[in-house]
């Protein structure tokens, strides 16, 4: 069995956290480092309901520009140290993986890693990773999301254009790449006789499967 880590930036003290107990977790709450940051947001449950589906779908596509975390069971409390309130972990990872792929628009890839913990079985905390997005920015219900330093904000026109037009910008080392790849056809035109088909494909988002660093064990 292969067990891969969900890495989160938590500071540049502690740019990769990769939490895989409620001790890992209780100690970054010791040294002051679970607050919400552009790349970490804490949320203390994620409630039933269609509402709640709607604002999950908010808080992901808001990581989607530059990434972050969602960290699920542990609490804001105001002018203290957050505190940990374990949450059901049953069916949640999928429920938080069709949200982001039927409530956000372009839907988004999301990682999550259950982490068990509290006195009953079957509590826990959920670490839902959101990669930068190749599409970005994704919107929800018509209206497009973003991250500032500590909550998740409302893309003006002009930031949308801005990121629409970083995107197109991106795409055009694959068409340089692929007028290379048509120049260097090994078959005559003159003897070409049937169509032809050329590909060149450039990775936007890592998989966590791909990347070896991302392994715990084996």
């Given at each position: 069995m292969i067990t891969f880590v969900t890495d989160a930036y938590l500071s540049p003290r502690t740019p990769r956290w990769s939490p895989t107990t409620e001790g890992d977790i209780e100690s970054a709450l010791r040294d002051g480092l679970l607050e919400e940051t552009h790349f970490l947001d804490l949320k203390r449950e994620i409630a039933p309901g269609r509402a709640a589906n709607k604002e999950l779908a908010r808080d992901l596509a808001q990581f989607a520009i530059d990434g972050g975390t969602l960290l699920v069971g542990v609490a804001e409390v105001k002018d203290s140290l957050p505190q940990l309130e374990p949450q059901p972990l049953h069916g949640l990872s999928e429920r938080v993986e069709q949200v982001a792929r039927s409530l956000v628009d372009p839907p988004l890839a999301v990682t999550t890693a259950p982490i068990q913990g509290g006195k009953d079985a079957g509590m826990g905390y959920l670490v839902v990773q959101v990669a930068a997005s190749g599409q970005a920015p994704h919107m929800v219900e018509?209206?497009?999301?973003?991250?500032?330093?500590?909550t998740r904000t409302r893309l003006s026109d002009e930031e949308v254009?801005?990121?629409?037009?970083?995107?197109?910008?991106?795409?055009?080392?694959?068409?340089?790449?692929?007028?290379?790849?048509?120049?260097?056809?090994?078959?005559?035109?003159?003897l070409r006789r049937q169509a032809q088909l050329f590909v060149v494909a450039v990775p936007l988002t890592p998989q966590p499967e791909?990347?070896?660093?991302?392994?715990?064990?084996r």
């Amino acid at each position: 069995m292969i067990t891969f880590v969900t890495d989160a930036y938590l500071s540049p003290r502690t740019p990769r956290w990769s939490p895989t107990t409620e001790g890992d977790i209780e100690s970054a709450l010791r040294d002051g480092l679970l607050e919400e940051t552009h790349f970490l947001d804490l949320k203390r449950e994620i409630a039933p309901g269609r509402a709640a589906n709607k604002e999950l779908a908010r808080d992901l596509a808001q990581f989607a520009i530059d990434g972050g975390t969602l960290l699920v069971g542990v609490a804001e409390v105001k002018d203290s140290l957050p505190q940990l309130e374990p949450q059901p972990l049953h069916g949640l990872s999928e429920r938080v993986e069709q949200v982001a792929r039927s409530l956000v628009d372009p839907p988004l890839a999301v990682t999550t890693a259950p982490i068990q913990g509290g006195k009953d079985a079957g509590m826990g905390y959920l670490v839902v990773q959101v990669a930068a997005s190749g599409q970005a920015p994704h919107m929800v219900e018509g209206v497009y999301y973003g991250r500032g330093d500590k909550t998740r904000t409302r893309l003006s026109d002009e930031e949308v254009r801005r990121l629409h037009a970083g995107r197109a910008a991106d795409v055009e080392p694959a068409r340089h790449e692929l007028a290379r790849y048509v120049e260097r056809d090994p078959i005559p035109a003159d003897l070409r006789r049937q169509a032809q088909l050329f590909v060149v494909a450039v990775p936007l988002t890592p998989q966590p499967e791909m990347m070896l660093s991302g392994l715990l064990h084996r």
